[in-house]
T-cell receptor, first 119, second 114 residues
Framework: ETGVTQTPRHLVMGMTNKKSLKCEQHLGHNAMYWYKQSAKKPLELMFVYSLEERVENNSVPSRFSPECPNSSHLFLHLHTLQPEDSALYLC??????????????????FGEGSRLTVL | GENVEQHPSTLSVQEGDSAVIKCTYSDSASNYFPWYKQELGKGPQLIIDIRSNVGEKKDQRIAVTLNKTAKHFSLHITETQPEDSAVYFCAANPRSGSARQLTFGSGTQLTVLP
């Protein structure tokens, strides 16, 4: 397989369920990201794992919990979600390069997304 | 923080015509401006980008222009084809290449009519 692979592609869950989204990248990149995509809204960065550092958007609720066991795998654990959390969740990876002038990152490579519906 | 406004939200053009999508940004420190294309059922894919040290960049039928003084940049697609139909996102970044601070626009649904 090549690129960024996300599973499952579709997920329907109740508000009391616990589920996880999985992402795997086969590009040898050293950074992985979770984005939330809602209709008519900008892509919202949720979490970043880059250079062994985790960066998160402080507005993301604690019912979303990321896990990055290694540079190729990324999970998003979901629990007690709300209907407004229904969206397309996109995983991405990139190659971060440290230069004298600062951190430089190339292109973001996105997976096809996991469509989440919370009932 | 950075704020990126994108217009229009929807755009329909006849095949063969040109399409222009415009974005404005708020942070004068932004110096990297990528454009992503998202086809139905797929994730966004980078199609072109521009850095603040140039005013225009072309790649076949696609071009991007940047006006740093006015803080706006545009995507131009010439000789549009049905396969250009997709959602296009602009983005801006205050530090060259740091995706952690990449701020996206809300997207433009482009439809190319045959």
């Amino acid at each position: 397989e090549t690129g960024v692979t996300q599973t499952p592609r579709h997920l329907v869950m109740g508000m009391t369920n616990k589920k996880s989204l999985k992402c795997e990248q086969h590009l040898g990149h050293n950074a992985m990201y979770w984005y939330k995509q809602s209709a008519k809204k900008p892509l919202e960065l949720m979490f970043v794992y880059s250079l062994e550092e985790r960066v998160e958007n402080n507005s993301v609720p604690s019912r979303f919990s990321p896990e990055c066991p290694n540079s190729s795998h990324l999970f998003l654990h979901l629990h007690t979600l709300q209907p407004e959390d229904s969206a397309l969740y996109l995983c991405a990876s990139s190659q971060v390069v440290i230069r004298i002038a600062g951190v430089s990152n190339g292109e973001l490579f996105f997976g096809e997304g996991s469509r989440l519906t919370v009932l | 923080g950075e704020n990126v406004e994108q217009h229009p939200s929807t755009l329909s053009v006849q095949e063969g015509d040109s399409a222009v999508i415009k974005c404005t940004y708020s942070d004068s420190a932004s110096n990297y401006f990528p454009w992503y294309k998202q086809e139905l059922g797929k994730g966004p894919q980078l199609i072109i980008d521009i850095r603040s040290n140039v005013g225009e960049k072309k790649d076949q039928r696609i071009a991007v222009t940047l006006n740093k003084t006015a803080k706006h940049f545009s995507l131009h697609i010439t000789e549009t084809q049905p396969e250009d139909s997709a959602v296009y996102f602009c983005a801006a970044n205050p530090r060259s290449g740091s995706a952690r601070q990449l701020t996206f626009g809300s997207g433009t649904q482009l439809t190319v009519l045959p």
